[in-house]
């Protein structure tokens, strides 16, 4: 069984920062690919970043130059950089893996990221 566990959202003002952060546990293998997704109220969930097994990244236009995903292999873990947030980056952040050889997918269960004066 894979857990994913999410932390590091909470309510920062526009211009602001935070930093996710996604650990996953259990067994495990080998992760593939970890990614940051996003749910804003009565949208649809959307990519955010994701990086690849060899640190490649890529990043929606909406967040690129504001956000950094980075992973730290030895502790299959993820993380989301968020800087210069804006009220529209309000949303509820969810981590993603897929997990070798066979492409399995995990996901965690979220963490609201609110953006507000």
């Known amino acids: 069984q894979v857990q994913l566990v999410e932390s590091g959202g909470g309510l920062v003002q526009p211009g602001g920062s935070l930093r996710l952060s996604c650990a996953a546990s259990g067994s495990i293998g080998s992760i593939s690919v970890m990614d940051w997704y996003r749910q804003a109220p009565g949208k649809q969930r959307e990519l955010v970043a994701i990086?690849?097994?060899?640190?490649?990244?890529n990043y929606v236009d909406f967040v690129k130059g504001r956000f950094t995903i980075s992973r730290d292999n030895a502790k299959n873990t993820v993380y989301l950089q968020m800087n210069s947030l804006k009220p529209e980056d309000a949303a509820v952040y969810y981590c993603?893996?897929?997990?070798?050889?066979?492409?399995?997918?995990?996901w965690g269960k979220g963490t609201l990221v609110t953006v507000s004066s």
């Open positions: 990086i690849t097994g060899d640190g490649t990244t």
């Open positions: 993603h893996i897929i997990v070798s050889p066979y492409n399995m997918n995990y």
